[in-house]
Antibody
């Protein structure tokens, strides 16, 4: 059974930092490009970052470039997102999404709330 | 980066109607286009991939078409379970993903 379990979300003050993790089971993690996608309350889906299976290719949305860092540990089947200099507008549910060819697997999301 | 413009933002329809949602890319793209359905509080559900391929288990009343810059999702004979928000997604391992802005399909 495929499982993607995000963790690490919570309440943080503006300017603070947070680590998100996504533990994966049920598919060949190292083959999959992994993505972070977020959704602010009442808003649409927004792609945040992606990392190729080997970790060689990494992309970020302009809104998070320089503040967020994506990484992965293929030995632990885990994806990470280091978020720093957080802003109120980063408040969202963060989903991890695995993609290989036309296969997509989504987690259930973790809520990050940035507020003073 | 490629931008995806999705329309309409809201669509009102009756059960049994046929509805069409459009996504237009800012430049010609390959067929790496997916359609998702999302209901409140839930993760998105994949409906179509590679523009016109139906995901396993998705009813055949959903269909996708298009190429180059313009793609469409059609729902034939709208059912009560279909009232939701729909997103297109341009996905490509060699470039950033881009979502459309979403289309809320609501009961008229």
């Amino acid at each position: 059974e495929v499982q993607l379990v995000e963790s690490g979300g919570g309440l943080v003050k503006p300017g603070g930092s947070l680590w998100l993790s996504c533990e994966v089971a049920g598919f060949s993690f190292s083959k999959y490009t992994m993505n972070w996608v977020r959704q602010a309350p009442g808003r649409g889906l927004e792609w945040v970052s992606s990392i190729s299976g080997s970790g060689r290719y990494i992309y970020y949305a302009d809104l998070v470039k320089g503040r967020f860092t994506v990484s992965r540990d293929n030995a632990k089947n885990t994806l990470y997102l280091r978020m720093s200099s957080l802003r109120v507008e980063d408040t969202a549910v963060y989903y991890c999404v695995g993609n290989w060819n036309d296969l997509f697997y989504w987690g259930q999301g973790t809520l990050v709330a940035v507020s003073s | 980066d490629i931008q995806m413009t999705q329309s309409p933002s809201t669509l009102s329809a009756f059960v049994g109607d046929t509805v069409t949602i459009t996504c237009r890319a800012s430049q010609s793209i390959s067929g790496w286009l997916a359609w998702y359905q999302q209901k409140p509080g839930k993760a998105p559900k994949l409906l179509m991939y590679k523009s016109s391929s139906l995901e396993s288990g998705v009813p055949s009343r959903f269909s996708g078409s298009g190429s180059g810059p313009e793609f469409t999702l059609t729902i034939s004979s709208l059912q009560p379970d279909d009232f939701a928000t729909y997103y297109c997604l341009h996905y490509d391992v060699r470039s950033p993903w881009t979502f459309g802005q979403g289309t809320k399909v609501e009961l008229k």
